[in-house]
């Protein structure tokens, strides 16, 4: 009995150690993003700032509007909300466009755009989320509630940040522990970070609902992928499942195709469970909670889209994309883009990363999806080849229907819940069977793999902070300083870029000790599962009938 506590205690701070290093890169790493980055420089991002403050003022509502918008080349009517929030965010109003002054014009920096002034009147203003779901502006708008001025955004933004960290530091943890032996922890970190591509961690860094959508479906992904490919141990199983009921939870409150990507997550599930584990899981309690769960945030998610009308199309028809086959051409034609989008492509798709930090993302992606291809079962080949045509074909389906009446409004982040679950799923079942490699490529490949992470995420950093830093006629050339961030400017921002380095590499080490990939727990025996009714017998029985596995 003491022998089984010690490895159950040694198990439970190895794993809270992982979570702790994870959520500490994550977060810095977003926060240098968030001081990087100007204020409504990132996509709809005034337009969030604008709902969150509303949300938390209690105007979850408002006046719907239709305005005429020109987007992608052609003039669309859209629908806008009007809300009354603090006079200062008159600056952000999405009809106005003084706030953009920057993206587009070589000759203009940042400084062009103003500030948000601290003020204690209030306003009409115009967003284009006022029929987004209220659960994200929620959680992040309340400093605007004690902060006023630019200094209430950037709070919201480090709490937008600290939860989209939490959430990626959970699905590493999630893929790291695990009972089987030869399990390699430090390639099933390597999927998360695979998954937080540059564009990932730059959305986590701002105010904009994708960024934790993506996040959530990370942590989503993990989980059930471990849940459909191990034999937990019944402890061990009940904290996936509480993290897999919080992930649906965010998931389905962020946008409105919510509800979509947790179907299509459990669907991945039943897939590559083979029968016996299904029968197991069937039988547990805990799972139907977690279920049940999922279901009523779904649920709830959907009643509100169809309330909100979020999902509406305009009665207009745009001659270009009709037929159908027209708009199928115009999305094929962009599908590359959208692939290019989903890796590192910033501000409203106008700060483009440099290639090297997409060839090497390329690289992780292709060694991991090669290896898994190579190893894995039928089920897993199945799902990740099922995934990667989503990935790659998904806009023919859920853009091209709907072009007619909204133009090619869509971008790839749009799709990134779905893209992830490659790298996680690939990760998995690779480092399930990492043990079969020779010795020196086990050892040296992972950290090569994550130093090109490392290079890539700092590479779209730079990139970047050139663009804001210089502006786009001089990003490379140098000349005046333009921008630089708040309080102590660019100095801040490399600081935390280069301390999220540093946690990575104490990350990396800690997850390729044994002890912080196969954590103590008896695996659940289908035997077990078939002589004792209820979720606490059955861990009694399991522990009676098997040995902790270290």
């Not at 089984?4 to 926060?31: G, N, Q």
């Not at 005429?68 to 600056?91: I, K, L, Q």
């Not at 779904?298 to 979020?310: E, I, N, P, Q």
């Not at 090569?448 to 050139?466: E, M, P, S």
Request: aromatic content about 8%.
């Amino acid at each position: 009995m003491a022998g089984w506590l010690r490895k159950r205690v040694s198990a439970w701070a190895a794993a809270r150690t992982v979570w702790t290093l994870a959520f500490a890169t994550f977060v810095t790493l977003m926060t240098a993003w968030s001081l990087a980055t100007p204020i409504t420089a990132p996509p709809d991002e005034a337009a969030h700032l604008v709902k969150a403050a509303a949300v938390v003022r209690g105007e979850f509502g408002g006046e719907r509007r239709v305005i005429e918008a020109h987007h992608v080349g052609v003039d669309v009517e859209v629908g806008f909300t009007a809300v009354r929030v603090p006079a200062g965010y008159r600056d952000l109003d999405v009809t106005d466009g003084a706030y953009r002054c920057f993206r587009n014009d070589d000759k203009l920096s940042v400084a062009c755009r103003g500030t948000v002034a601290a003020s204690d009147d209030t306003a009409t203003v115009i967003t284009s989320a006022g029929t987004y779901g209220p659960g994200y502006y929620l959680l992040i708008g309340w400093p605007s509630l004690l902060l006023t001025g630019e200094a209430g955004l950037y709070a919201m933004r480090l709490l937008s940040a600290l939860l989209c960290a939490a959430l990626l530091a959970s699905a590493v943890v999630t893929v790291v522990e695990g009972a089987a032996k030869g399990y390699s922890g430090r390639v099933a970190l390597i999927g998360v970070l695979t998954a937080a591509t540059p564009t990932t961690v730059y959305l986590g860094g701002v105010v904009n609902p994708n960024g934790p959508e993506v996040a959530a479906a990370v942590l989503a992904w993990a989980v059930v992928v471990r849940l459909a490919t191990d034999e937990d141990g019944l402890p061990l199983l009940r904290r996936r499942l509480v993290r897999l009921g919080a992930a649906c939870v965010l998931l389905a409150s962020m946008r409105a195709l919510g509800p979509l990507w947790i179907a299509l997550v459990l669907a991945g599930g039943l897939i590559l469970a083979r029968p016996g584990r299904l029968r197991q899981l069937a039988r547990l309690r805990p799972v139907w909670v977690c279920l049940g769960v999922a279901a009523a945030a779904g649920l709830a998610a959907v009643g509100w889209t169809m309330t909100a009308d979020t999902l509406a199309l305009p009665t207009q028809t745009l001659e270009q994309y009709t037929p159908l086959t027209s708009a199928l051409k115009a999305v094929f034609d962009l599908l590359p883009n959208y692939l290019h989008q989903m890796v590192a492509i910033f501000g409203s798709l106008n700060v483009a990363a440099p290639e090297l930090t997409h060839v090497l993302w390329w690289v992780l992606a292709g060694c991991l999806v090669m290896f898994a291809l190579a190893t894995g079962r039928a089920r897993e080949t199945l799902v990740l080849a099922a995934l990667m045509a989503g990935t790659a074909f998904g806009p023919l389906v859920l853009m091209a229907p709907q072009a007619a009446h909204l133009g090619l409004i869509w971008q790839g982040r749009y799709l990134l819940a779905v893209a992830v679950g490659v790298p996680v799923l690939a990760a998995v079942v690779t480092g399930r069977n990492w043990g079969a490699l020779p010795r020196r490529l086990r050892s040296r490949l992972p950290l090569l793999l994550i130093g090109c992470w490392a290079v890539a995420q700092g590479g779209a950093f730079v990139w970047a902070a050139l663009r804001y830093a210089f502006g786009r006629r001089h990003q490379f050339s140098g000349g005046a300083l333009q921008w630089q961030p708040p309080v102590a400017g660019w100095s801040a921002a490399l600081v935390l870029l280069l301390l999220s380095g540093f946690l990575l590499v104490l990350l990396a080490i800690r997850t390729g000790r044994p002890e912080a990939a196969h954590p103590a727990g008896p695996a659940l025996s289908g035997t077990a599962r078939a002589v004792v009714p209820s979720v606490e017998s059955e861990g009694r029985a399991v522990r009676e009938q098997e040995p902790s596995q270290g």
